[in-house]
């Protein structure tokens, strides 16, 4: 079956530090590659997205490239904020009959000042 | 766009009692959908509807749930017999079948089973 593998957290960096969240994924063909973010006390939020192999999604100085040979969507942010303190979820959709998500376990990043 | 509301936003209830949340999705869009996060994970998949038609249930969702979007409108969750195992977070998503198809999610109820 489909699964998504995210990098253990939690996270904690200083700000302007540089961010990669690590995302692998187990799907047979080709489904869209998607991260939520979750701030406290809100609902999921989409942050990016990608569809198709070597395309590259990108939201808020965050960028993720999809890359089917490593079968990974890792996240990265060059100079991280305050703000950016969430949980962060990788997620898949094969689309068709089976267009719900499937989700990783989520990244806690803690962002200090 | 007033977004994905769902509706309580918390429920403690005893264990065996049944409970009905509900969620009232983006207002254009035809697509609904059911997921449940427990604390420290993703959110699971439970079910999905376009439109009034519920196309995908998950093994997840056991008997004691039933998910029902009678007008293709908004959609209601039902757990009979609460167990304790069903204590999480419910959360709802609606999407478009029109555009790209990204699921926007609604805040969550969250369910306490004493």
């Known amino acids: 079956g489909n699964s998504v593998t995210q990098m253990e957290g939690p996270v904690t960096l200083s700000e302007e530090a540089f961010l990669t969240i690590n995302c692998t994924y187990t799907a047979t063909g080709y489904p869209s590659l998607f991260w939520y973010v979750q701030y406290p006390g809100e609902g999921l939020q989409l942050l990016l997205k990608?569809?198709?192999?070597?395309d590259k999604g990108s939201n808020k100085g965050f960028e993720a490239t999809y890359r089917k040979e490593t079968t990974s969507f890792h996240l990265e942010k060059g100079s991280v904020q305050v703000s950016d303190s969430a949980v962060y979820f990788c997620?898949?959709?094969?689309?068709?009959?089976?267009?719900?998500?499937?989700f990783g376990s989520g990244t806690q990043l803690t962002v200090l000042p | 766009d007033t977004g994905v509301s769902q509706d309580p936003r918390h429920k403690i209830t005893k264990r065996g009692q049944n409970v009905t949340f509900r969620c009232d999705p983006i207002s254009e869009h035809n697509r609904l959908y059911w997921y449940r996060q427990t604390l420290g994970q993703g959110p699971e998949f439970l079910t999905y509807f376009q439109n009034e038609a519920q196309l995908e249930k998950s093994r997840l969702l056991s008997d004691r749930f039933s998910a029902e979007r009678p007008k293709g409108s908004f959609s209601t969750l039902e757990i009979q017999r609460t167990e304790q195992g069903d204590s999480a977070m419910y959360l709802c998503?609606?999407?478009?079948?029109?555009?790209?198809?990204?699921?926007?999610f609604g805040p969550g109820t969250r369910l306490t089973v004493l």
């Open positions: 998503a609606s999407s478009s079948a029109r555009g790209t198809d990204t699921q926007y």
């Open positions: 990608a569809t198709k192999a070597d």
């Open positions: 997620a898949l959709s094969k689309g068709g009959s089976a267009r719900q998500l499937t």
